[in-house]
């Protein structure tokens, strides 16, 4: 149950709290000239996002902060919180400069693992492709589709990877950047024995678990508001486990974190996502 930690650390955060720049011009100005006092600390970072993703160092500057923006109780924008957006930039360059020898991969060998990782995982993780009625992107993830029975640490591996390019990339969506995302795990099916299993044999290997320690933390450093995460067809069991954590959980994550049923999160014939 180590994923109740990683929801909460993704999802103890809302963006801006106080408003520092009225526009987004004047918020990107101080954030500039913040990053122009200590260039060399988002030059790893600039190369990555520009080596892997094919955007700009401006196009990352933008998505922290469209994170910083801060909004009323009805969703107006208000303004934007600099300090949050620099604060939040600063420390995933930091996390990049000091596991670039992890992250160090080149164009052709991202956009090769990411093929083959597709090729594995095909219909495990998915996005929607429409949003939900609030706007936000759903990120889907099927546990039925995998047979944990036939990974091994390569495709393991993969799996890791492609999810982790998957979040990554979606810092620059202008839907994202606006309404966040929305998290959906599908565990209708799912051979429990043989993912703890799986599980405990990645712990053995060293090299993997740093690897997925370092992404957890870029994950966690991402401008990306995590609004809900719905944990769909789940055995009764592993049900009543999770409720008993959750009421040790604050009231603020506790409230996005939802346990249903397809038939409660698909309205309608057309299949629309509800949420």
Known sequence: FHFLPAIKSVMDHDGGKKVTAASYEEAEERVRSLMEEESETFED??????GVFSK????????????SRVLDKSGEELGYDTDIA?????KYALIV??????LSCSPAVTRRLIREAQEKIDKVVNLMDKTDKHGRVVFLSSMRRIDFKKLDDKVTIFISRYIFFMLHSLMFDEDVQKHG????????HFDLLAGLR?????????????RRKVM??????????FSSF??????????????LLLAFQSSAVGKKIHITDWHKVIKGRRRRIEL
Do not use: C, G
């Open 45 to 50: 970072s600039r190369l990555w996002t520009l």
């Open 56 to 67: 700009t160092i401006n196009d990352l500057t933008r998505s922290f902060i469209m994170y």
């Open 86 to 90: 620099y604060q939040r930039l600063r």
């Open 97 to 102: 400069h000091e596991h670039k020898e992890i």
């Open 181 to 188: 995302i929305v998290v959906v795990n599908d565990y209708d």
């Open 198 to 210: 799986q599980q405990r044999a990645r712990k053995l290997d060293e090299t993997a678990t740093r």
């Open 216 to 225: 957890m933390e870029l994950v966690q450093a991402l401008p990306i508001k």
């Open 230 to 243: 719905y944990l769909v067809s789940i055995p009764w069991w592993l049900h009543a486990t999770i409720s």
